[in-house]
C-alpha cells in the first residue's frame, strides 16, 4: 500500500512553464502541485486556485466523489488530455474520456484484445468506478488541469516525470 494516499492537482501550463525554464535556463524546479492527503480531502470541496497563474478549477461534486472513492482503491488514476491512465502495480492502461465503457474488458475487446479479469484487478468495483471516472474527467477541463489520484492500494508511487514515457506521448492523450 502507498504509504500517504493522496490527490494531487494542478496547472498543465504552470508546469510546462516551469520546465522550460529548467531546461532553457537551468532554473532549479519547484513543484506546480497541491498534493492533498486523504484526511485533507474536505478541503476539495473550495475550488482549487493555481498559485502562479492565479486560474481556478470548479471542484464539482463529481469530482469530489471519484477522489474519495478512488483514493482506497487499487490503482492510481491520472487524467491526461483525452483519457484516463489507470495504473497499478502490474497493469498500465488508458481509457479516453469521450465515452462510458461497462468494463475496461469491454473496451480492450472492441479495440481487438481480450484481457479477462482486468477489472477486478483494477477496481473494487468496476462498473461503478469507471462511471466516476468517466463522470468527474468530463467535469472539467483535462487540457488544463492535471488531476492523480495516488491510490492506498498500489505500493508504487505514480511517476509523472518520466522521460521515457510519460512526456514522450503527454501531448496525444
Not at 114 to 120: A, L, P, R, S
Not at 151 to 162: K, Q
Request: hydrophobic share 35%; charged share 30%.
Amino acid at each position: 500500500m502507498s504509504e500517504i494516499p493522496s490527490v494531487i492537482i494542478g496547472c498543465r501550463e504552470c508546469e510546462r512553464e516551469n520546465k522550460e525554464m529548467r531546461f532553457a535556463h537551468g532554473v532549479i524546479p519547484f513543484p506546480t502541485t497541491t498534493a492533498y492527503k486523504k484526511n485533507e480531502l474536505f478541503k476539495l470541496e473550495q475550488d482549487y486556485t493555481c498559485p502562479f497563474c492565479q486560474d481556478i478549477l470548479e471542484i464539482t461534486p463529481k469530482i469530489i466523489k471519484m477522489c474519495r472513492t478512488l483514493i482506497d482503491g487499487y490503482s492510481h488514476i491520472v487524467a491526461h488530455p483525452k483519457a484516463t491512465e489507470i495504473t497499478s502495480p502490474d497493469t498500465n492502461c488508458f481509457i479516453p474520456h469521450d465515452r462510458l465503457y461497462p468494463s475496461l474488458e469491454a473496451f480492450f475487446k472492441e479495440h481487438g484484445s481480450f484481457v479477462k479479469g482486468i477489472d477486478g484487478k483494477l477496481f473494487k468495483n468496476p462498473k461503478e468506478d469507471l462511471k466516476l471516472i468517466h463522470d468527474a474527467m468530463n467535469d472539467f477541463d483535462t487540457e488544463k488541469w492535471l488531476l492523480v489520484i495516488e491510490c492506498a492500494g498500489n505500493p508504487e508511487a505514480y511517476l509523472s516525470d518520466s522521460t521515457l514515457w510519460f512526456n514522450l506521448f503527454e501531448d496525444d492523450l
